[in-house]
C-alpha cells in the first residue's frame, strides 16, 4: 500500500478511536480488536493525545478484513438509489405531475417543488395542464401500445420517461390522458 494512502487509514482509525473514547464506547473498540493494556491506555488519555500519533510515521494496521456480502449489499443499494434518484429528475425534467411523483416515489410537494426549482422546470409546468388535442391522445395511445395503461400505479418510472421520449410530448400530458382513460374504463366497467 503506497505511503500516503496508508497513513490515511491509520488517521482515519485514529479518528474512529477518538470518536469511540469520546462516547465511551469502548465496546466498538474491543471488536475492533483493541483490548486490554491498549484498551486501558486509550481510556486514560485525552483527544489531542490520541490524534498526536498520526504525526508519527508508523504503521499500526496489520490487516483488514471486510463481509463481502454486506459491502456488496451497501454498494447495490448505493447504486439503486443514485438510479432511483437518476429517475425522480428526468421524470421532473419532463414535467411529470407531483400526484404521479409521490406515488412513484413517495415524496412530498415541498421536496417536489425544491426539485423543480433546482432543475428550472418549475415555470415551464406551472398551472393546470391543458387539454390534449386529438393528434396527441393518438400519438400517445400508439406509444403504449403493449403497455398495460389501465391502471396508472402499473407503470414505474422509466416506463414514463420512455414515453415521453417516444411521443416527445411532457408526462403530465401523458399521465392527465391515461388519467382519463381509467376513468373511463372504470365507468364502463361500473
Known amino acids: 500500500m503506497a505511503l500516503n494512502k496508508e497513513s490515511e487509514l491509520n488517521n482515519a482509525i485514529l479518528l474512529y478511536i477518538c470518536e469511540c473514547q469520546v462516547h465511551g464506547d469502548f465496546m466498538a473498540l474491543n471488536a475492533l480488536g483493541i483490548g486490554g493494556d491498549i484498551l486501558h491506555k486509550i481510556k486514560g488519555m485525552t483527544v489531542t493525545e490520541i490524534l498526536h500519533a498520526s504525526n508519527i510515521r508508523s504503521s499500526f494496521i496489520k490487516s483488514i478484513q471486510i463481509d463481502s456480502e454486506i459491502l456488496g449489499h451497501l454498494l447495490n443499494r448505493a447504486s439503486n438509489e443514485k438510479k432511483s434518484e437518476n429517475i425522480l429528475n428526468q421524470l421532473i425534467l419532463r414535467g411529470a405531475p407531483l400526484q404521479l411523483v409521490k406515488d412513484l416515489n413517495g415524496i412530498n410537494a415541498v421536496e417536489f417543488s425544491t426539485l423543480r426549482r433546482l432543475q428550472n ?57 391515461i388519467c382519463e382513460n381509467e376513468e373511463i374504463t372504470r365507468e364502463q366497467i361500473n
Open 121 to 177: 422546470v418549475d415555470v415551464e409546468y406551472r398551472g393546470r395542464t391543458n387539454l390534449p388535442t386529438f393528434e396527441q391522445e393518438q400519438i400517445i395511445f400508439n406509444a403504449c401500445k403493449g403497455i398495460d395503461i389501465t391502471n396508472t400505479g402499473n407503470l414505474t418510472g422509466e416506463q414514463w420517461i420512455d414515453l415521453s421520449e417516444k411521443t416527445d410530448l411532457p408526462i403530465r400530458l401523458i399521465y392527465k390522458v
